[in-house]
Nanobody, 116 residues
Framework: VQLQASGGGLVQAGGSLRLSCLAS????????MAWYRQAPGKKRELVAS???????YYTDSVKGRFTISRDNAKNTVYLQMNSLQPEDTAVYFC???????????WGQGTQVTVSS
């Protein structure tokens, strides 16, 4: 199984980024997919997840700003991040598995830096 995350970068506060995660080697359509993030000195936290049937979950701090989606034909999960704030700065990881907090397989992480 491989998960290849991309789309991170440097953006000013209030800006937007879209992360992508291309999955291979698994039955993508059946799996829950998620985005986690880890800021320096902090624990990794679940940001958003989406089940195979399309049910979504968001941590409170990103509700209304981030949107997770998936394209099963492309084996890809996305995280659209709008109204970014400096506190969103972190390494973002995609993960695959089951349920609301899938964690069986992990991608390599992509850095998101939001400047004030």
């Amino acid at each position: 199984v491989q998960l290849q995350a991309s789309g991170g970068g440097l953006v000013q506060a209030g800006g937007s980024l879209r992360l992508s995660c291309l999955a291979s080697g698994l039955a993508f359509g059946f799996r829950s997919m998620a985005w986690y993030r880890q800021a320096p000195g902090k624990k990794r936290e679940l940001v958003a997840s989406i089940t195979g049937s399309g049910n979504t979950y968001y941590t409170d701090s990103v509700k209304g700003r981030f949107t997770i989606s998936r394209d099963n034909a492309k084996n890809t999960v996305y995280l659209q991040m709008n109204s970014l704030q400096p506190e969103d700065t972190a390494v973002y990881f995609c993960a695959a598995g089951w349920g609301r907090a899938p964690d069986d397989y992990w991608g390599q992480g992509t850095q998101v830096t939001v400047s004030s």
